[in-house]
């Protein structure tokens, strides 16, 4: 924090979604918190989603789908600079490729 400003960290996990990591991905945040900023794309309310009756549910995970995917896309693109190893689309594929900027996506 030499500039004054907090860093970001961008946090991406499975584990808040089973029960039995979801107290361990909320304590790991919120220890997280105290030094850097949380961008977590999966932070989303989804009870709105859920109350709808069944057949209009499938569109709403879509729209929420996209919606994460923008976000992804843009957070880790604005945080690529900020590191010395641009992130990469696919970290097991044979070959690593820089993110595109966002206009580049649908």
């Given at each position: 924090?030499?500039?004054?400003?907090?860093?970001?960290?961008?946090?991406?996990?499975?584990?808040?979604?089973?029960?039995?990591?979801?107290?361990?991905?909320?304590?790991?945040?919120?220890?997280?918190?105290?030094?850097?900023?949380?961008?977590?794309?999966?932070?989303?309310?989804?009870?709105?989603?859920?109350?709808?009756?069944?057949?209009?549910?499938?569109?709403?995970?879509?729209?929420?789908?996209?919606?994460?995917?923008?976000?992804?896309?843009n957070v880790i693109f604005s945080l690529q600079s900020s590191i010395k190893s641009p992130p990469t689309m696919a970290p097991f594929?044979?070959?690593?490729?820089?993110?595109?900027?966002?206009?580049?996506?649908?």
């Open positions: 924090m030499a500039n004054g400003k907090r860093k970001s960290c961008y946090v991406a996990s499975p584990c808040g979604f089973a029960e039995s990591t979801k107290r361990w991905y909320k304590d790991l945040l919120d220890q997280l918190r105290n030094y850097v900023d949380i961008v977590d794309p999966w932070e989303e309310n989804v009870d709105p989603i859920l109350a709808l009756p069944a057949e209009q549910r499938r569109d709403s995970w879509i729209e929420l789908g996209i919606k994460h995917y923008r976000r992804s896309i594929a044979k070959s690593h490729m820089p993110l595109p900027p966002p206009s580049q996506f649908p």
